[in-house]
């Protein structure tokens, strides 16, 4: 069984869609086996974002991310990491295809509903970043 981390952004809550959302995943046989809320702080952004922070755009992302609470939810499930990108979409909404989650419910390529892991390296990192192992249901 293989694990991802997936992050409902600012704007899944803000709009109502979270329970949505996990309906998706869970009717998707992935199965929730840690939950919480958190409030992302500019060291976790910082950190999670590492990739990005350098470029212009970075504020724009800390602040969106930083505006709310999230809900971080670790998923596991057959291949769970490229289904449960293939049912969000691509990054960008406004290209994502109607009957995926962002292409359903995001706004643009920021406000995009979710963050999920892009591979079993970068899950299991991410996971460790938002969750201790006694946080994780086995």
């Known amino acids: 069984m293989e694990r991802s981390l997936v992050l409902l952004k600012p ?17 998707n046989a992935f199965t929730i086996i840690a939950s919480k809320m958190i409030q992302l702080d ?3 952004l910082n950190e999670h974002y590492a990739h990005v922070a350098h470029l ?5 992302i800390s602040a969106f991310m930083s505006s709310r609470p999230v809900m971080a939810l670790v998923l596991e499930g057959e291949n769970v ?3 449960v990108r293939d049912l969000l979409g691509p990054t960008d909404s406004t290209t ?3 009957g995926t989650i962002r292409g359903d419910f995001g706004t643009n390529r920021m406000k995009n509903i979710a963050h999920a892991s892009d ?3 970068s899950a299991l990192v991410e996971i460790n970043r938002f969750f201790d192992a006694d946080q994780i249901c086995d």
Request: include cysteine; charged fraction near 25%; glycine fraction near 6%.
């Open 119 to 121: 591979g079993p390296e």
């Open 42 to 44: 500019n060291d976790l």
């Open 96 to 98: 994502a295809p109607t």
């Open 11 to 27: 704007d899944c809550l803000d709009n109502n869609l979270a329970g949505k959302v996990i309906t998706l995943f869970e009717e």
């Open 81 to 83: 990491i490229h289904r």
């Open 56 to 60: 212009p755009f970075f504020p724009e």
